[in-house]
């Protein structure tokens, strides 16, 4: 591999971004940084293009072009804002992008960036869900690869690296349960943006630690395992797993079930794709199996992770419902995050939106084009809010 390699990473200041950052940073000969994209957090963009020395500093939030320009002035790095500007440091050449916006929004710079043939670090977990043929279809034309950064899909990946897929006969991802796992069903109803967004393993952004303790988060995981994998439904399944080592297993026709145990640290899958195909020392802390003593898997309910059945029939159908599935979840994690619904309304508000739309359009058709899958997106969302305000509030 040759050095240094050209990195650009977008959603640089989220959670992603910064453990990417950290690995970076630490190998500074390795890496030459292209663009470093955020949004609202301009004072760490700034921060953080001085100091890995980025060309181009982009915040998705055009009221905020001055103060980033102020920020940098003097440093040299050029400044830019606003979503045009974000496709314009996808064009920029790189060797190897980290998609790690959060939500639909990360959809259009990891297109673009396809198109130019540059490794796609894929942790945006919305483009699989809402775009997941097109985007793959788009990698294969310009042979352009794929590199999952989920930790259950890198997990995947890194046990089936000199397999054939062929002789995979199951998938099982693990689910840590979130901060409300140990919570009395009925109490679910009462949970707050702030119970949910306590996370007992994992150190996440906010949106993602609340959809796991919905599991919409893992039924998000089940659709990119199908997608990504390209294994049929029923061959993929989740688990909960309290301690969140075993990321995940791969079942083989001979009866052998491969697991990766991992600490519960993203640099160890960001690592991964970053260093692909070679594994190079990560600062993640090493298992102590002995310590560890216990490893508990427990089948999900669904009447508590009601989010899991509608993965199921997401899979099973395809075409527009990936789309329609993530912009009404993401409305309805809003809509949470606002106190309008309540907890465990989430799902009945993902599902009236997946049927007022059927009456709109035939979710089973396949979307041609990013321009077809943004225009179902705004429509789900527009739908989702309609859903919210009529039958939810
Ligand atoms: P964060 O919320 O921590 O960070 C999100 C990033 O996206 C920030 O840089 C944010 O900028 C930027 N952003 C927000 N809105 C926009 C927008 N409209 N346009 C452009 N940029 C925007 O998220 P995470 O890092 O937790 O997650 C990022 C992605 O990775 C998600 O898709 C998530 O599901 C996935 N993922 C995350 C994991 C984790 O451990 N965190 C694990 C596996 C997948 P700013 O902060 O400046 O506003």
Redesign the pocket.
């Known amino acids: 591999m040759e050095l240094p390699r050209r990195i650009s990473i977008?959603?640089?200041?989220?959670?992603?971004?910064?453990?990417t950052i950290d690995l970076l940073a630490r190998d500074p000969d390795d890496f030459e940084v292209v663009a470093l994209?955020?949004?609202?957090?301009?004072a760490?963009?700034a921060q953080d293009a001085s100091r890995v020395g980025a060309q181009l500093a982009v915040?998705?939030?055009e009221t905020l072009l001055a103060e980033l320009r102020d920020a940098l002035s003097g440093t040299g790095i050029t400044v830019a804002a606003g979503?045009g500007a974000?496709l314009e440091a996808a064009d920029r050449p790189a060797d190897w992008i980290m998609?790690?916006?959060?939500?639909a929004?990360?959809l259009a710079?990891g297109f673009r960036a396809l198109r130019h043939g540059t490794t796609l670090a894929l942790?945006?977990?919305?483009?699989l869900v809402t775009a997941g043929p097109l985007l793959l279809q788009e990698a294969r034309d310009r042979a352009a690869q794929i590199l999952p950064?989920?930790?259950e899909h890198s997990a995947v990946f890194q046990a089936l690296v000199g397999e054939d897929i062929a002789a995979v006969e199951r998938i099982v991802i693990t689910a840590s349960g979130g901060g409300l796992r140990d919570w009395p069903l009925e109490a679910l109803a009462s949970a707050t943006p702030e119970d949910a967004g306590a996370h007992p393993n994992?150190?996440?952004?906010?949106?993602?630690?609340i959809?796991s303790a919905s599991m919409f988060?893992k039924a998000?995981e089940l659709i990119e395992t199908k997608e990504f994998f390209g294994v049929a439904p029923s061959q993929i399944e989740a688990i909960v797993h309290p301690q969140s080592i075993v990321h995940a297993l791969v079942g083989f026709r001979d009866g052998a079930l491969m697991a990766h145990l991992g600490a519960p640290d993203?640099r160890h899958?960001i690592g991964y794709a970053l260093h692909y195909p070679d594994r190079r020392h990560l600062p993640v802390s090493r298992i102590d199996l002995a310590q560890l003593a216990t490893l508990e898997f427990i089948a999900p309910c669904e009447t508590r992770y009601p989010a899991l059945t509608l993965a199921r029939q997401v899979m099973e159908t395809g075409g527009y419902t990936g789309t329609c599935f993530n912009a009404a979840k993401e409305i309805a994690l809003d809509g949470f995050l606002a106190r309008r619904i309540g907890f465990m309304q989430m799902c009945g508000v993902v599902e009236a939106t997946r049927d007022a739309i059927s009456s709109k359009i035939s979710l089973s058709n396949a979307p041609g084009s990013l321009e077809d899958i943004l225009a179902a997106d705004q429509m789900a969302r527009d739908t989702t809010w309609a859903q919210i305000e009529q039958h939810f509030t």
Do not use: C, H, Y
């Open positions: 977008f959603g640089a200041t989220g959670s992603i971004g910064q453990n994209t955020g949004a609202s957090n301009v760490q963009l915040t998705a939030d979503e974000l998609s790690a916006i959060v939500g929004a990360g710079p942790a945006n977990k919305e483009s950064v989920d930790s994992w150190d996440m952004g906010q949106r993602i630690t959809d988060n998000m993203m899958a």
